[in-house]
């Protein structure tokens, strides 16, 4: 009964959505508040009506009712609980309900909460969301409704890929659908901003907490991915540029640009036209990575079961939705305003070098997920690209924009001192070479473009601190004046200042783990010794483990440095029987920072003796990777409890006006 | 100064565009010198021999992994062969292979011929969906006439198995 009502739930949305967008656009049309609430109330709804269907699903997998197809696909009696919740969203049409649900759920919250909006641009961007959401709903419904039932039931499911069955996953999906769908708000503001055929600091303002959240929760959910992939898929490494992974960071790094130019407009009302560009980009690069992941035209570690007819439809939404906004925009852009003027060396120029190189980084990740796609085109032989292409061509733009990141913020608006900017920096330009000499004269082999890597880390980091530094007159006032006036900045400032800082822990991780990891593989019978750089792992004792729903062989690896112990790994190999799939658990030792990571391989037999092939790596300074993208995320939810106190207040008289100044 | 424009907004559009020019030029140029040198090609065994791929050249080989055909040996070394109607080709792998690497499945490896015409992979590469097939292999073995069919090929999943 309950899938049946979730069903019914699922297309009472597909029409709620359709009558939200009605009746808001009518509601515009006429200007007839009573039109335009009903418009709202059906947002509400709408969004009622999908967090029913999911209940509804949920129940069905968390009780296993079998007779739901989905179910029977996807789960299984002897799973553990969080991984029948987590099954929910772990396959296809289930991951649709979910997407459906933070979208309907994002426009319920601009319907009911966007209290600080315009009516007309209120109903506008309720209009778009109502859109949208009829769009993605009735894909769901029609194409891929996940509580169908079947005619007869199995008595057992099949179960969720085991790959999937793992904390880190059943936790990521929802933050990386929240940060995709989060975009559609930015897009629904960008649309409802053209429609209206006004741009401003004010529009800017509106944006930014929605394009701020959804940059944070994305930031969250692709760390979280790549650290499922790090320890899950046994493979030693955390990125692989695989299509998927680049499906994520295209909205990412269009989000980014966005945050960058948005505050341009917000405090001087110039690139106006560019930020629209880029708030409809960001929503475009998450329905294209909805597409690439769910089409299956492109092969990736990650991919959902292929359907090309679903890819198909997929596509003409994204057709629907991007070809309707960027026609709007080049309709519209034309005749937005230019705003105010700003010298070549302002804080405006350093913040639109900086979307110039975050996008034209985006545009060699977008050229180098589609070539297969374009190369098989056009002359149907299949070719691809892996690391060494990025390496070549994103690494190097990011490490401009990075290398003039902690000038920035020195700058002044309009017109800057950049030998001022460049002398308060000197300190942090001398420690963070430094570190990259250090780091390039301990390590063995010397390898120079890591420890420029480091070095450009520790600069990012040493440059921010420098520009907090400046900012609470560290040297000229005394230490009781610094701390009252660290006190008083605004929570914006602290956020950027961790999300910089972030960036060059990343940075910092991502080029020492990359130059200096550590590898080693041997079959090991019980007692043998494998050396991991100053590390000995031995191999004391494999024995069987029995899980929830799988059989395990785990081995107890003991580390020691010196003669001492530092810890024991436990890699595994899991046996799923229901799938009949084996699946490696890695061990992932801490000492400090790095990792100790250990694959236990399968069981080989040489010459009656019963052997091991073992591979271990160290990966050094790995913590930094993740640990880096957190702080990020953790200085956008900074920024954004700054944005939401001052929400719908007036300015202070300090902060610098709003409007944008007139041209001197 | 005389050259520069004289609006205020004109020289700004200027300023502008001596910004982006220089910037979009380089990552063009990257972009352009990246893909000419670090493409990887897709070949199957019978592709592969038709295009003489010469001894050394990095490139993926993907098709089924021959029933059988699958030597692990003690010092860690697996000897596999892949094929596609047409032809078969031998591979040697040092390494720990992915979970989902079966025989009779598809797979696609990362590597090179050595002059003995064997291929040596330096990566078996576990891009699958659940039903084992990688999309490149898909396509190969169609071209190949040895594809039998989506209802088939699961049938086959399911007894391999089983």
Redesign the interface.
């Known amino acids: 009964m309950t899938a049946e009502l979730g069903s019914f739930a699922l297309i009472l949305a597909l029409v709620l959505s359709l009558a939200q967008a009605c009746l808001s656009i009518t509601g515009r049309i006429r200007g007839s508040a009573a039109l335009t609430g009903a418009g709202e109330g059906a947002a509400a709804g709408a969004f009622l009506a999908v967090a029913c269907a999911f209940t509804a699903l949920m129940i069905a997998f968390v009780t296993s009712d079998f007779s739901v197809v989905n179910v029977a696909e996807n789960s299984h009696t002897a799973k553990p609980l969080l991984y029948k919740i987590a099954g929910v969203w772990g396959n296809h049409d289930g991951s649709m309900v979910l997407w459906c649900l933070a979208l309907t759920g994002f426009g319920a919250v601009i319907a009911l909460g966007g209290d600080g909006l315009p009516t007309r641009l209120k109903a506008n961007a309720v209009a778009s969301q109502g859109v949208l959401g009829a769009m993605f709903l009735a894909y769901t419904v029609f194409a891929s409704n996940p509580l169908l039932r079947v005619l007869h039931p199995p008595v057992e499911g099949a179960s969720l890929?085991p790959?999937l069955q793992d904390p880190f996953l059943a936790i990521h999906p929802p933050f990386l659908y929240s940060g995709y769908v989060g975009m559609s708000v930015v897009y629904s503001l960008a649309i409802a901003a053209l429609i209206e055929g006004r741009i401003d600091a004010a529009w800017a303002r509106w944006v930014r907490p929605w394009a701020l959240a959804s940059w944070s929760l994305l930031t969250i959910g692709i760390t979280l991915g790549s650290f499922w992939a790090y320890y899950e898929?046994?493979w030693g490494g955390w990125w692989a540029w695989d299509p998927v992974e680049n499906a994520s960071f295209m909205p990412w790094l269009a989000a980014t640009a966005l945050l960058h130019s948005a505050v341009v407009t917000e405090k001087r009302g110039a690139l106006s036209a560019w930020t629209v560009f880029l708030a409809l980009m960001a929503f475009t690069f998450s329905m294209l990575g909805a597409f690439l992941v769910r089409s299956?035209v492109?092969?990736?570690?990650h991919?959902?079961?292929?359907n090309p007819q679903r890819g198909m439809l997929l596509l003409g939404i994204l057709g629907v939705a991007a070809g309707s906004g960027f026609g709007l925009f080049a309709w519209r852009a034309p005749s937005l305003p230019?705003g105010g003027?700003?010298a070549?060396i302002s804080r405006e120029?350093a913040l639109?070098?900086n979307n110039?190189?975050i996008s034209?980084?985006a545009?060699?990740v977008l050229?180098g997920t589609l070539?297969p796609l374009i190369r098989e085109a056009l002359t149907s032989?299949?070719?691809?690209?892996?690391g060494?292409?990025y390496t070549?061509?994103f690494v190097?733009?990011m490490a401009?924009v990075l290398l003039i990141l902690p000038i920035g913020p020195l700058l002044a608006w309009k017109r800057a001192d950049l030998y001022g900017a460049l002398q308060r920096l000197w300190v942090a330009a001398l420690l963070a070479m430094a570190a990259g000499a250090l780091v390039l004269l301990i390590n063995q082999p010397h390898k120079a473009l890591a420890a420029f890597g480091v070095a450009l880390g520790a600069w990012l980091i040493a440059g921010t601190l420098a520009e907090l530094a400046d900012r609470a007159h560290v040297g000229k006032a005394g230490p009781g004046e610094a701390m009252r006036r660290l006190g008083r900045l605004p929570r914006g400032a602290w956020g950027m200042t961790l999300a910089h800082i972030g960036m060059g822990v990343f940075v910092m991780g991502a080029a020492f783990e990359t130059a200096w990891r550590v590898e080693a593989?041997?079959?090991m019978g019980l007692g043998d010794h494998l050396t991991l750089g100053v590390y000995q792992l031995s191999l004391d004792s494999v024995g069987p483990f029995e899980g929830p729903n799988f059989a395990a062989e785990r081995g107890m690896v003991t580390v020691t440095k010196d003669g001492q112990t530092v810890c024991v790994g436990q890699p595994a190999r899991r046996f799923y029987p229901v799938?009949?799939?084996?699946?490696?658990k890695v061990a992932i030792c801490p000492p400090g920072i790095s990792d100790i990571y250990i694959?236990l391989?399968?069981r080989?037999?040489?010459?009656g003796r019963p052997?091991w092939?073992v591979?271990a790596y160290w990966n050094r300074w790995s913590r930094l990777i993740f640990f880096g993208p957190l702080l990020m995320a953790l200085g956008g939810v900074v920024s954004l409890s700054d944005r939401r106190l001052r929400f719908g207040l007036p300015q202070r008289a300090t902060k610098p006006a709003v409007a944008p100044e007139p041209?001197e | 100064m005389t050259l520069l424009p004289k609006s205020?907004?004109a020289r700004?559009r200027l300023?502008?565009v001596a910004?982006?020019a220089p910037?979009?030029g380089?990552?063009v140029g990257?972009?352009l010198?990246?893909?000419r040198?670090?493409?990887?090609?897709?070949y199957s065994p019978a592709e592969a021999h038709a295009a003489h791929v010469r001894p050394g050249l990095t490139f993926?080989l993907g098709g089924l992994v021959a029933q059988g055909s699958v030597v692990?040996r003690?010092?860690?070394t697996v000897d596999f062969v892949i094929m596609d109607r047409a032809a078969r080709d031998s591979v040697v792998y040092h390494?720990?292979?992915p979970?989902?690497f079966r025989e009779g499945q598809g797979v696609?490896t990362k590597g090179a011929y050595r002059p003995d015409g064997v291929f040596e992979a330096s990566e078996v590469l576990?891009?699958?969906?659940?039903?084992y097939m990688?999309?490149?292999v898909t396509?190969?073995l169609k071209a190949s006439g040895e594809w039998r069919g989506d209802e088939q090929q699961a049938a086959r999943a399911a007894a391999a198995?089983?």
């Open positions: 890929n790959i898929l046994g299956g492109l092969m990736s570690v991919a959902f079961a292929v230019g003027l700003f070549p120029t639109v070098i110039l190189f034209a980084a545009v060699t050229l070539y032989d299949m070719a691809s690209f892996g060494p292409y070549l061509t190097p733009l401009m593989s041997k079959v799938q009949r799939q084996t699946l490696s694959v391989g399968e080989r037999d040489d010459s052997t092939l591979r041209a | 205020r907004k700004r300023a502008m910004l982006a910037i979009l380089a990552a990257l972009t010198y990246a893909m040198n670090t493409v990887s090609l897709f993926q692990k003690p010092d860690g390494g720990d292979l979970d989902l696609v576990a891009k699958h969906d659940e039903k990688p999309r490149e396509k190969a198995g089983s």
